[in-house]
């Protein structure tokens, strides 16, 4: 039976869309293999079953491929019945999500990679895009129906981005959630950064410092040249 239902999670340590997909199947409780991907030397594995982009996060499922994480959560929920529903069961509820989900990722997410990669005037600019964004966000959170305290798509999504807010304030010395501004944001984050699964998942403040700082790095190098 094992092998009748074999789950593989390629990833990266600090990959915000594979841990994503890693709370997704702990929310589950589905019983998974990790394979942890050098990115400079993919393995054979995500070159065969993920030959379009070649990225992680890639779930294999009984030799069955799945790639992109918001395409990955919704075949766990669909697939794995038992457990917390990660989208709701109402088809309008479920289309508002799936709506909020593509806005996070479509346009606050490219706001973020402005801040790392940028300086000066710059990056205040993408900071201000990132603000106004969150107030968007914030207003949808106002509206019923939104357990911001329970792991759903959406809290998946904003927990993996901003549980690491104080990051930003320590290596880029500016505040991006602040309970002044977006305070049902600030409180659902604050709220799941505290559960135990989003704990085990997510990685600790000074191993993620040390990361970002790499990364950003690496962003700016990259945008001089």
């Known amino acids: ?61 009984n ?35 799936r709506f909020w989900a593509n806005f996070i990722d479509q346009h606050l997410i490219p706001s973020t990679r402005k801040v790392w990669s940028t300086t000066g005037e710059e990056q205040e600019k993408a900071k201000e895009e990132i603000m106004e964004k969150l107030r968007i966000l914030e207003e949808e959170l106002k509206t019923p129906n939104h357990e911001n305290d329970n792991l759903g798509l959406l809290q998946i999504l904003l927990v993996t981005l901003f549980g690491s807010y104080k990051v930003y304030e320590e290596v880029l010395g500016m505040k991006i959630l602040v309970p002044e501004n977006t305070p049902l944001l600030y409180s659902c984050v604050t709220s799941l950064n505290k559960l135990p699964l989003v704990k085990e998942v997510c990685p600790p403040h000074d191993k993620m410092v040390a990361l970002v700082n790499v990364y950003r790095q690496k962003l700016l190098k990259s945008s001089t040249k």
Do not use: C
């Open 1 to 61: 039976m094992a092998e009748e239902n074999k789950v593989i999670l390629h990833k990266t340590y600090a990959s915000r869309y594979a841990m994503r997909v890693e709370l997704a199947l702990k929310i589950k409780g589905i019983q998974f293999e990790y394979v942890d991907e050098d990115l400079s030397n993919k393995s054979p594995e995500l070159l065969k079953y993920n030959p379009v982009h070649k990225k992680v996060p890639l779930l294999v499922h």
């Open 63 to 97: 030799g069955k491929p799945v790639s992109e994480s918001l395409i990955i959560l919704e075949y766990i929920d669909e697939t794995w019945k038992t457990g917390p529903l990660i989208l709701p069961q109402d088809p309008y509820e479920r289309a508002r999500v």
